[in-house]
């Protein structure tokens, strides 16, 4: 295929081959300096580019997950947002299952049962979906966290929402509020109510 465009930007180099984007660090652009209307192997360059990006790319994903866990769909992310090959980024996250240093169920598990404590299900489960979490993984972590936690978690944030009430407000509009709190963290309308009752009758 034929180079199309040459783009430096941002301290790294954008090369077009037949219309796909490829990104070479500044190092790997000295060392091969493609120019517009040069012509590539692009199975050769793949190879090429992975004996550069893999040590690179794994060094850096092993630094994010000791600052702290990531989902496997995370890291893709990330390491494809900075420019880091397909090829590149199967065989680093291959290497982290191998080496047990990746692990989405255990990751969702560890993540509802932390979040568990401040808001409900319904989050918890979107906020795994966005980390790239499948279905049947999110299922599971739910599951581990205990019907009893997260009914306690509820409560604690309706009687908090409740202790929020404006003076001389009406109690029906303090209750609302502390609905659609419990709302936004997740929880569904019978958890919410549940917890509002219970509260409410702490209170009398």
Not at 12 to 36: C, D, H, M, N
Not at 76 to 89: E, H, N
């Amino acid at each position: 295929m034929e180079v199309d465009a040459v783009e430096k930007r941002r301290g790294k180099v954008w090369i077009t081959i037949g219309g796909e984007k490829w990104i070479f660090t500044r190092a790997q652009y000295q060392e091969r300096s493609l120019l517009p209307g040069d012509e590539v192997d692009t199975d050769e360059l793949e190879k090429w580019l992975l004996l550069r990006q893999f040590r690179p790319a794994m060094e850096y994903t092993v630094s994010l997950l000791a600052s702290r866990p990531h989902s496997e769909g995370e890291l893709q992310q990330k390491l494809r947002r900075i420019g880091y090959r397909d090829q590149t980024v199967e065989l680093v996250l291959y290497k982290l299952r191998k080496y047990h240093l990746l692990d989405d169920d255990e990751f969702a598990r560890q993540w509802a049962q932390a979040r568990a404590a401040r808001m409900g299900s319904r989050r918890i489960a979107l906020e795994l979906r966005q980390k790239g979490i499948s279905d049947d993984g999110i299922k599971q972590a739910l599951e581990s966290v205990a019907d009893e936690d997260s009914a306690a978690t509820a409560r604690a944030l309706a009687e908090k929402a409740l202790r929020r009430a404006k003076p001389g407000e009406d109690r029906g509009k303090t209750v609302q509020r502390a609905m659609a709190a419990l709302a936004r963290r997740g929880f569904s309308y019978e958890e919410a109510k549940n917890a509002l009752d219970a509260a409410l009758a702490e209170e009398e």
